[in-house]
């Protein structure tokens, strides 16, 4: 089925740990969007990116990193986890930034730090 | 800044009673606002959006929302809430290459 795919579902992590949160899209977008959402708030911009080879930072970046090497594909690296890290993350994409009726959103990737 | 406010962070009703989660935003010009529902550990549906012209929209899942520039508001609303609406409920801005989420309100439907 056409949509965004995050990969894992689940993660726990030990302190220092690294690792990657995949995110594919199969629908030609070119926006694409890291999000976390943490208990009982709303969702929180990481990174963005508008087109392969073009990233930008949200509101909470900091020991994020991203890429976007080609137009399906925006993964979301963490390089030293935390326990401030622990949250529920979204990834989402869009044809263009404007067109938010047309925003698909992951299923989500729930990730512990321990 | 721009930003939204939820002032309901939880609420409780009974199936078949109407239903009114308040959302308010700070912005100079016409925004783009939108309610998404997150069922239990799903991801994110939009319910509904306003970008212009009529101020009171349509969404699915009968629920309506209605834009008030002279408040500042943009409250969903219910007539007759199903158990299934048990969800959490934002209300969302969107800005230039991004949407800025409200706190949500979570909602609790009592039988």
């Given at each position: ?22 995110c594919?899209?199969?629908m ?30 949200g ?7 991203v890429?976007?090497s080609t ?10 986890a ?7 993350y979204?990834?989402?994409?869009s044809p263009?930034g ?5 925003l ?9 730090v321990? | 800044a721009q ?18 989660l308040r959302c ?9 606002l939108?309610?998404y ?8 549906q ?9 101020t009171l ?21 219910k007539?007759s809430?199903?158990w299934?609406?048990a969800?959490?409920?934002f ?8 949407l ?12």
């Amino acid at each position: 089925n056409a949509g965004v795919t995050q990969t894992p579902k689940f993660r726990i992590l030990k302190i220092g740990q690294s690792m990657t949160l995949q995110c594919t899209q199969d629908m030609n977008h070119n926006y694409m969007y890291w999000y976390r959402q943490d208990p009982g708030m709303g969702l929180k911009l990481i990174y963005y990116s508008v087109g392969a080879g073009i990233t930008d930072k949200g509101e909470v970046p900091n020991g994020y990193n991203v890429s976007r090497s080609t137009t399906e594909d925006f993964p979301l690296r963490l390089e030293l986890a935390a326990p401030s890290q622990t949250s529920v993350y979204f990834c989402a994409s869009s044809p263009l930034g404007g067109e938010y009726e047309k925003l698909f959103f992951g299923s989500g990737t729930q990730l512990s730090v321990l | 800044a721009q930003s939204v406010t939820q002032p309901d962070i939880h609420i409780t009703v009974s199936e078949g009673a109407s239903l009114e989660l308040r959302c308010n935003y700070s912005y100079g010009a016409t925004p783009y606002l939108f309610w998404y529902v997150q069922s239990p550990g799903q991801g994110l549906q939009l319910l509904l959006k306003y970008f212009s012209g009529d101020t009171l929209v349509q969404g699915i899942k009968g629920f309506e929302a209605e834009f008030k520039r002279s408040q500042s508001s943009f409250n969903l609303r219910k007539p007759s809430v199903h158990w299934s609406d048990a969800a959490e409920y934002f209300c969302v801005f969107g800005a230039t290459n991004k949407l800025i989420f409200g706190t949500g309100t979570l909602l609790a439907v009592q039988p």
